[in-house]
């Protein structure tokens, strides 16, 4: 995706969403940082460069971008809801050691059973732990 302010802008409205000063930063933070904020992190991520935002804001405009599904949640940990501009089918892999989260491809028919005939299902989630390559190289340093 295009992450320049006009290319922001034309993506929120696409979707129906107000392109305000707010709402493009935070979106732009998601599209470049990639590395599935918390709201916190967005929050502490921006302050200095937008001083009038506020963590009311930044969950707020969280939560409109997961209702117009632009931005998915990502909640590996019971404790810790992180955000991902990427809503393309793809799974996660969070290092118990570094806390980094990765994105791998996946293919969702993969993931298909009989068992859940008559279902509706709205999501699809691939979650693993474990430890990083880079954290199991310096392990054995």
Known sequence: MDTSVEGIK???INHNIKPSHHRIEIMRYLLLQRN???????????IKRVPTLSKTTVYNTLNLFCS???VRTITIEEHE???DADILEHGHFKCENCD???D????NLDF????LDGFEIKDKDVY?????????YDKKK
Request: aromatic share 12%.
């Open 10 to 12: 034309k993506h929120l």
């Open 104 to 107: 791998f491809k996946i293919n």
């Open 112 to 115: 298909q059973t009989t068992e």
């Open 128 to 136: 693993f732990k474990g430890i990083c390559p880079k954290c199991l």
């Open 100 to 102: 980094k989260i990765y």
């Open 81 to 83: 809801t992180r955000f």
């Open 68 to 70: 117009t599904n632009i």
């Open 36 to 46: 599935h904020p918390t709201a916190e992190q967005i929050y502490k991520g921006l």
